[in-house]
Structure formats: structure tokens, C-alpha cells
């Protein structure tokens, strides 16, 4: 099929043509965040480097990049990274194919790409000690939490173990070690502040999507919860929230068990149940309990996935689970929008805005 500029019409599912794209409007900002000073006194006499202590630092905003193709749909995508990763993840796919930035534009949506707060382009300032807490929680510099090889290879189901590939696996394996390049420090991660800089997003654009990916699924479910400008939202192997008093009890795994969520008021609840959302998993999942932990966690987070939508839709919810074996799409991995099969993946994504009319122009 060849490319057609947006400015005529938008590809349609299906397509990934690289024809030409017409661009309206492209840029990058920050939202949210605040001001903080470090201990002590400011004094530039003493060296003649930058030193932290009285001087004043912004913190917690979020990096957001943007392109409105020309006659665009009317509910922008926000595309949110997970766990170890920026936004780049939704950029070009490791081994160079268009990635799901690039095949939604195609389809006329405006994108918007984050890295939230404290991670990528939304830095964190670097302390040489603690100097003070956020939530309770102290603030110093080089917590990390970066993913290790063997972990990702694991828990991101690219093979059983590190270095073995499943049989059927969609993700371009050539490229995985220019994908494991891409890995950030996951540095002291805060579901409030982050969530709240995707509703300060929203509150700037206003309604529009969200499509989450992991450890984001949480950010996206809060932000649908307090946020009148969340229309839809398509969560990537997320977690999940449930209502206070009624979170279920943990998961069992093979070993030990699995917490099921996060609680959220009756009345974010209640809110988060008026928004169409579709909660995703690729292929490869345990169907029952195994040794390794890291895989057995996301059979785990299946079974929750089910009580969750449930949970919601005896509120009057709009909430469904995609298996994506279940529509013909075998071997995606935890990252199926970088998967050799993205194009389909993109296309029930497609199908899911136009059965909540959430792809009008």
C-alpha cells in the first residue's frame, strides 16, 4: 500500500507504508514539577564548579514531546513508558521499523510521547547526600533500580531464561541488545507525583487517550480516576487498582504470593468505571504456577486483570481483556508494540478507538 500524507487521509489499520507524513505541529515542553533547594548556603566563592548546597533545583516535571499530523483526529494518544525505559520505547523499534509513534500518526492521531518524572529527559537532580523526603520517602542520589539482563529476559518474556528465545517469539531478537541499550535507572518512582503530572498533561491538552505500558498501567488507572479528561484508556500488562475494602487477596505463586493492586477511593472508582479501558497481554504468560518467580508473576497478574475488569463493569465499567493469542497474534512479548508483528498490534488498538468512537475526526 503506498504512503499517503495526512493532510489527504490517514493510513488505515493495517498499513505501514512509510510514504510521506504532513506534520501541522511538533515540539516539546515540561509540566508539572517543583522547586526545591538543597542544605546549606549558596556561596560562589568557595569553587568554581556547581556545587549543590543553597542553590535552588526543579524536580518532578515531566518531559513530553508532541507531533499533530494535519487533519487530525479529535482525542490525542499519550503514549506512557514503563518500568527501566523512557519514551523512547515508542519511538522506532529496535531493529529500525516504525514504532507505534510513527503508525499512529499514519492513522491521524496526534501523539504525544512522555519520560516521566525523575526518569530520561524529566531528570532528577543529584544530591551528594539526602536532603530532606517526598511521601515519607527520603530523597538521595543513585537509587536506581535499573534492569538487569537476566531479570528483563525473564520478566519481559523474551525467552524461558537468559539467553534461550521461545519458539514462537515476536520480538525482533536481532536487535535485543540495541533494545537493552535503551534501559534508564528506575530512580525513586512515586505513584502520586507521577500520575500527577500526567493530569497537569491533561489538564494542558485536554481529553484525550491514554495508552500505558507496565509499571505506567498504575499512573494511567489514577489519572483516569481524577482526571475529567481521560477518554479511553489501553493499558499494556499493567497492574491494577481496586476500590478501598476491596482489594482481593494476594495472588498465590509457585512460591509466595502476589499483591493483587492498589486501592482508590469508591468515588475514584466509581470515576475510573466511566471510561472505556482495555487491558492487553501478549503470548508466552505461564498458565499455571512455575519456579521462576519473574514469569510466574505475570500469570499472577492475569488472574488479577480478570477480577479487575469484573470489579469495574458490575459498576456499569467498559472494561475488557485482550489476549492477543486469542486474535490470531502468537509470540509477542511483554513490549508488543516493538514486536516484528507491531502492525497488528497497532490495528486491535485501532479497532478498540473505533469501537468506543474514541478515533472521530
Not at 181 to 187: I, K, S, Y
Not at 264 to 293: C, R, S, W
Request: glycine share 12%; net charge neutral.
Amino acid at each position: 500500500m503506498p504512503g499517503m500524507m495526512l493532510g489527504g487521509c490517514a493510513s488505515t489499520p493495517g498499513s505501514s507504508a512509510r510514504g510521506l507524513i504532513t506534520i501541522a505541529q511538533q515540539g516539546s515542553f515540561f509540566v508539572g514539577g517543583k522547586k526545591v533547594v538543597a542544605p546549606g548556603n549558596y556561596d560562589p566563592t568557595q569553587d568554581t564548579a556547581c556545587t549543590d548546597p543553597g542553590q535552588t533545583f526543579w524536580m518532578d516535571q515531566m518531559y513530553v514531546q508532541y507531533q499533530i499530523p494535519e487533519n487530525a483526529r479529535k482525542y490525542p494518544l499519550i503514549l506512557v513508558h514503563g518500568g527501566s525505559g523512557t519514551g523512547r520505547v515508542w519511538e522506532t523499534t529496535p531493529d529500525g521499523r516504525e514504532g507505534f509513534q510513527t503508525l499512529m500518526l499514519r492513522r491521524g492521531f496526534p501523539v504525544y510521547i512522555v519520560d516521566f518524572p525523575r526518569r530520561g529527559r524529566a531528570g532528577y537532580p543529584s544530591f551528594n547526600g539526602p536532603f530532606g523526603t517526598l511521601a515519607g520517602t527520603p530523597v538521595v542520589a543513585n537509587r536506581t533500580g535499573q534492569a538487569g539482563m537476566q531479570y528483563a529476559w525473564s520478566r519481559w518474556r523474551f525467552g524461558p531464561k537468559y539467553p534461550e528465545v521461545f519458539p514462537v517469539q515476536q520480538f525482533p531478537m536481532q536487535a535485543v541488545d540495541s533494545f537493552l541499550q535503551h534501559l534508564v535507572p528506575t530512580v525513586s518512582d512515586n505513584s502520586e507525583i507521577i500520575s500527577g503530572a500526567l493530569i497537569a498533561l491533561l489538564d494542558k491538552i485536554g481529553p484525550s487517550v491514554l495508552v500505558t505500558h507496565s509499571q505506567s498501567g498504575l499512573f494511567g488507572w489514577l489519572a483516569g480516576a481524577r482526571s475529567p479528561h481521560v477518554k479511553g484508556i489501553v493499558a499494556y500488562e499493567p497492574g491494577f487498582v481496586f476500590k478501598q475494602g476491596e482489594v482481593p487477596l494476594p495472588v498465590p505463586l509457585f512460591k509466595g504470593s502476589q499483591p493483587s493492586g492498589t486501592s482508590v477511593t469508591p468515588v475514584e472508582f466509581a470515576k475510573l468505571a466511566t471510561v472505556p479501558l482495555q487491558v492487553v497481554y501478549g503470548d508466552n504468560i505461564p498458565k499455571q504456577p512455575i519456579p521462576d518467580l519473574i514469569a510466574d508473576g505475570r500469570r499472577a497478574q492475569v488472574v488479577t486483570s480478570v477480577m479487575f475488569a469484573e470489579a469495574l463493569n458490575k459498576q456499569g465499567g467498559q472494561a475488557s481483556v485482550l489476549h492477543l493469542p486469542d486474535v490470531g497474534q502468537y509470540g509477542n512479548s511483554h513490549f508488543m508494540f516493538s514486536d516484528l508483528n507491531n502492525v497488528q498490534v497497532a490495528d486491535e488498538l485501532s479497532k478498540f478507538l473505533a469501537a468506543k468512537r474514541l478515533d472521530v475526526w
